[in-house]
Structure formats: structure tokens, C-alpha cells
């Protein structure tokens, strides 16, 4: 943790002014180690598959919580206004949507207000993609092997 947060305040303005903009209530998890100061904000003390599991959609930045989300079969809003430089969540594959700016985060988070669910066989390839989800090989198993093809 603790990658760009210079950007943390100016990424959170953009989500919470675009929900207030589109009348839609926000709720933040703050992650333990983000010292950031967010008072005057929704924060939740609860833990996050908590918030996950009752809500509606997960704006989220770089995180493995896209992955999360979509195993719990919560829309996802991956907002990355070219801050990100990690490129793993820019391609979704119609699994979630995916904003660089400010109008396409507004117009994400209205597309999911208004009943757009991204779980659908789109999730499920992009888990198995990036989770190895659907394979006959344990994890650690799959992962040893690929390892070994790499290096041998």
C-alpha cells in the first residue's frame, strides 16, 4: 500500500462529487494503512466483503477488490483518470466499466444506477483470465508449472 496517494484526495473528490452530482448515496472503505484524512465523508468501519455483499456497485482505483467484487457478483466501476500506470484493469472485457475522466465516471455510475449488473459470462472470463478460476489444477499447482515452464 501506499502507491500514489498523492492522488487519493483529488480521485475521491471526482467519485463522491459525481454520486452527489447523480443523487446516489456513496459509502467509503478506508483501506487500514491509508492515513488520509477523509473526515467530512461516509466512511464505514465495516469490513469490506460487508459493504460488498449490500452494495450496489464498487468504484474502485487499482485494487484486487475489482476481482473481489466480481466474485460476489457486485458491479464494478474501475476509475482511473491515467494515474494508474499498471495496466491489469484497463481491458475488462465487459466484465465492469472501466472511466479515464470525469464525464465517463458519470456516466458509469448512472448506467449502474439504473440496473446495469456486470456479473454475466463477461466476469466469469475475466476471473478465469486473471484468477484461475475453472481450472482442474489447484492454484499453487498451476502456478509452479507455469513457473517451471518459464524458467526451464
Not at 89 to 106: I, K, M, T, V, W
Amino acid at each position: 500500500y501506499g502507491v500514489l496517494v498523492d492522488k487519493r484526495d483529488q480521485w475521491v473528490s471526482d467519485v463522491v462529487s459525481s454520486c452527489q452530482e447523480l443523487g446516489l448515496s456513496y459509502t467509503i472503505s478506508q483501506h487500514h494503512a491509508d492515513k488520509g484524512d477523509l473526515l467530512g465523508y461516509n466512511v464505514s468501519n465495516e469490513p469490506l466483503y460487508d459493504l460488498l455483499r449490500k452494495s450496489k456497485t464498487l468504484v474502485t482505483r487499482f485494487s484486487t477488490t475489482v476481482l473481489e467484487a466480481l466474485a460476489l457478483k457486485t458491479s464494478v466501476v474501475y476509475y482511473n483518470p491515467s494515474i494508474e500506470k499498471v495496466d491489469k484493469f484497463n481491458d475488462p472485457l465487459g466484465a465492469y466499466e472501466y472511466a479515464q475522466d470525469l464525464e465517463s465516471l458519470r456516466d458509469s455510475l448512472q448506467k449502474a444506477s439504473s440496473g446495469w449488473s456486470s456479473y454475466s459470462d463477461n466476469s466469469k472470463k475475466f476471473l478465469k483470465l486473471h484468477c484461475n478460476t475453472e481450472k482442474n489444477t489447484p492454484t499453487k499447482q498451476y502456478i509452479a508449472k507455469t513457473i517451471s515452464e518459464i524458467i526451464l
